[in-house]
């Protein structure tokens, strides 16, 4: 619907969208409504795995395709003081259970299945393999590479 209605605006554009969420005990979770939920959202994945999982969609001269990819995340066992530190940074406000392991929250993330891409809300790899996009390489060990040195 995003890409579809920017497409609209925008007829002579490629135009390509992204939702994330996270799924823990069969409960998805999207973006914290405010601090207090973003709290209760870590509270409840923390010191457990959960599955994050990222659609895109390219709309392009009427044409649409979508692509989907899963990643499989643990969550260090964290305290309530550790949460709200994090929180305070601002990290977690809009992010799929307020996670976000390009910055702030990399150090209590691990993505033990999955490319970090689809964790951060663009898995470059699927626009390229599902939607055929020319877009730079994107190897798992490079997207590894590049969450290792974010501070995962």
Do not use: N
């Not at 973003?38 to 979508?66: F, K, N, P, Q, Y």
């Not at 702030?104 to 599902?130: K, Q």
């Amino acid at each position: 619907r995003k890409a579809r209605a920017v497409a609209r605006r925008r007829p002579d554009a490629t135009v390509i969208a992204a939702d994330t969420t996270l799924a823990h005990d069969g409960e998805s979770m999207g973006k914290p409504d405010d601090r207090a939920h973003a709290h209760r959202m870590l509270r409840r994945v923390s010191g457990s795995s959960c599955t994050i999982t990222t659609g895109m969609a390219v709309v392009d001269a009427g044409t649409e395709h979508t692509a989907t990819r899963l990643a499989h995340v643990r969550v260090d066992d964290l305290s309530d003081s550790a949460i709200s530190e994090y929180l305070a940074t601002g990290a977690g406000d809009d992010k799929a259970g307020a996670l976000e392991i390009q910055d702030r929250s990399a150090h209590f993330v691990d993505v033990l299945d999955g490319c970090p891409g689809t964790v951060i809300g663009l898995a470059v790899c699927a626009l390229r393999d599902d939607l055929g996009l020319d877009v730079r390489e994107c190897h798992p060990d490079d997207c590894v590479a590049h969450y290792r040195r974010w501070g995962g």
